[in-house]
């Protein structure tokens, strides 16, 4: 009975109070969104919420229009939602709403302490493999950009000679050029050795 009513009440997160009608609907998402609730819930209030839930999704759906995002990226962005949950309508929502506050987040996201030429190689490089990911895109951005943060503002640890240190960075920036949070990385493991090197002479 507590495990009905967990489910129940995960199904309900979400719904407007109003109750919910499949007038709207076209009969086809009608038809998909019962044979699934079927197929997954037995007891008729599970299925009832299920039915709810994902009726009040392709609803959002239909209507979202969010400012601030291109409608051909936002409409590339449903695309690839709708080929890999075609049944699962709150997912959609979900990640989509993910996606579009992500996109903006880049759109506005000018950090101080980075060159605007940096930072633009920064999102270029995120796009390469994640093109309508806006979420992943926001996730590398953030991280390359703190390296790229930590590494302009490093300051030479006590007993590493600052020759020493400018050779440890010339090197890595040359290997990855444009990955800080790998320069990062192996500056400080490179830092270490040296420090590990020195403590067993």
């Known amino acids: ?20 009608s499949a007038q709207d609907i076209p009969s086809e998402v009608a038809g998909k969104i019962t044979a699934v609730a079927e197929a997954r819930f037995p ?16 609803r959002f759906l239909a209507a979202y229009a969010p400012g601030g995002v291109p409608q051909d990226r936002l409409a590339r962005v449903r695309a690839g939602l709708e080929a890999r949950f075609p049944k699962d309508y709150s997912t959609q929502q979900q990640l989509l709403v993910l996606q579009v506050e992500s996109y ?15 930072l633009d190689q920064i999102r270029a490089q995120s796009r390469k493999h994640n093109e309508d990911d806006y979420s992943i895109q926001q996730i590398l951005v953030q991280q390359q ?31 990855y050029p444009q990955d800080y949070s790998m320069q990062r990385t192996l500056l400080e493991s490179e830092v270490a050795g040296y420090f590990e090197l020195k403590a067993r002479r």
């Open 1 to 20: 009975m507590r495990l009905r009513a967990c489910i129940l009440g995960i199904l309900l997160v979400g719904l407007p109070s109003a109750t919910l």
């Open 43 to 58: 007891d008729s209030m599970l299925r009832k919420a299920y039915v709810d839930r994902e009726m009040a999704a392709y």
């Open 104 to 118: 903006r987040f880049l759109d506005t996201f000018h950090p101080a302490g980075i060159s605007t030429n940096d």
């Open 145 to 175: 950009v703190e390296s790229y943060i930590i590494l302009s503002t490093y300051v030479t640890p006590q007993g590493l000679p600052p020759d020493a240190l400018a050779d440890i960075k010339h090197s890595i920036a040359r290997k």
